[in-house]
C-alpha cells in the first residue's frame, strides 16, 4: 500500500492534548507523513520519566482527519509513548517529536520534563526524537516562530537521522519572528532550581506546601550553552545523550575508589 | 555546638517511608552522623525525576530516636529532597543516600527510578549522593549483603568524595553474602524495557491497560557493563552524570546538520 511508505510520525507532550502547543505541532509535521498523537489526556508537566504501574492507564480515540489520528491518554507522557508503540500504531514510527512544551525545558529542566521524557522514550526505542519547547508557560502562547523553525528542525532530522541513543531538547526563545538570530547546537547550562515552598495553613490547622522555585544558572556568561543561546536570541539545539555514564569517572574511581 | 560537627545524612528511597530497604539503609549511615529520613508516605516506583506543582504536599513527621530523624512526603522522591532540604535540615547535608530500593536499577532502568530521581536531585544540589538497589522486589527481601557492602562503597565515598555533579548507581546481586566477588565501576548497559501491555476489559465494558514488561539487554557480553557484573556476583556501581548533553554529537550537528 502506497500510503505505508509515508513516514510515520509519533507526537505527545506533557501539557495534554488539548495543549495549542501540540495543535502546532501536529500542524508542523502533519505534511510529512501518517500522523498518530497520544498525548496527556490533562497536563502531566513536571512528570519526567515516569511510568505508572501501580495503576492501570485508560486510551481514548479522540479524532481522526485527513492523516491525523489523535487518542489521549490517562498516564504519563511516557506511558502514552510506551502505549503507542505497543497498542497503537501498527508498525514501529519513524519520528517522534514531542511539544510544543509551553515553558522552557532548557538546562536542568531536561530532567524534570516530561516533554522530554517522551522524546527520550522515543530515542530509547530506536526512534529519532525530538522535543521542542517554547519559553513561555502561557496557555495562549504565540508559536508562530516556533513553528517556522520546529518545521525546519524537523526537516534536517527526516534528511540527515540522528545518531543512535540521541535526542535533541530545542527550545525557542519569546521574540519576533524577524529577530531569531539562527539555531545554536549546545550544551546544557549547568544550573539548579532553588525553590521556595510556600507554606500554608489549611482550614485544619494544618501545614502544606506548594512548591515553587527560581531557576539558578551557574554560568550565565557561558557562550557554548543552552541559557545563553536563549537569552541571545537563538535557538538552543541540545543533543541529550540516553546513556547517562560518565566515563571519566569510571577511570577515575577505578585508580583511587575500588 | 558539637553535634553540628558531625556529618548530616539526608535519607530518602521511593519505596515508602515504611519500607525494609529503608530501615536497612538507616542502619547503614547511623553510625556516621546525624540523620534526617524523608521518604515518601507510601510507594512512589518509577516516578524517575516527577515533581509535584499541581497539588500541594505535606509533611509528617513520624518518629525521632537517637541520632535519627523520620519525617514522610506525600509527594514524590524529588518533592521528598526539596522539601527536605528548604524546610526540613537547618543546614546542607554532607551526603544523600537513596534507597536501598526494592529491585534493579541497573541499566536503563536509572531513568525509569525515583531512587536515582532523589540521587541525582541531591547531586544536583551539590551533595555527594548515591542510590542503592538490590536485585529483588520482594519486600521481605534480605539485604545482609547490601548492608555489608553499601556501608564500604559509603565509608569510601565519606573519604573521597565524588566529583562535582557526578552521583552513583549501585545494585546488588541476589547472592549468599560470600558469593560477592568484589565491586565493579561500570558503565550502564545498553538496553530498553519491552513493555507488554496487559489488556483488560472492565465491568462497564471499557478497555483498561496494566503495564509490565520484560527488560531487553542489547550487549549481554560486554564486560564492562553493571548488567553484566550483576550477572557475574559482582555488585555493580555506575557513576551518573547529570549533564546529559552529548558532546560527540554538538561537534556532528555543528559540521553536518546547522
Redesign the interface.
Known sequence: MKTNKRPLILVSNDDGVNAKGLKNLIEVVKPFGDIVVVAPES?K??????????N????NRIKEYENVKIYSCSG?P??CV??A???VVERKPDFLVSGINHGSNAS?S???SGTM?AA?EGC??GIPSIGFSILSHSLDADFSLARKYSKKIFE?VME?GL?Q??CLNVNFPIIDIDELK??K????A?G?WK???D??IDPNN???????GNFNNFEPDAEDTDEWALNNNYAS??????????????E???E???
Open positions: 497536563a508537566s513536571g512528570m519526567s520519566h515516569a511510568i505508572s504501574f501501580k492501570p492507564i485508560r486510551l504519563t511516557v506511558d510506551k502505549l508503540l505497543n497498542q536542568i531536561v530532567v524534570y521524557g527520550i530509547l526505542n534536517k540527515k545518531p541513543g540521541i539562527g539555531f547546537v549546545c550544551r546544557q549547568r539548579v525553590e521556595e515552598f507554606k500554608r494544618r501545614d502544606y506546601y506548594w512548591l515553587t539545539i541540545v543533543p541529550i545523550d540516553i546513556d547517562y555514564t560518565s566515563y571519566d569517572t569510571i577515575k574511581m577505578k583511587n575508589y575500588f
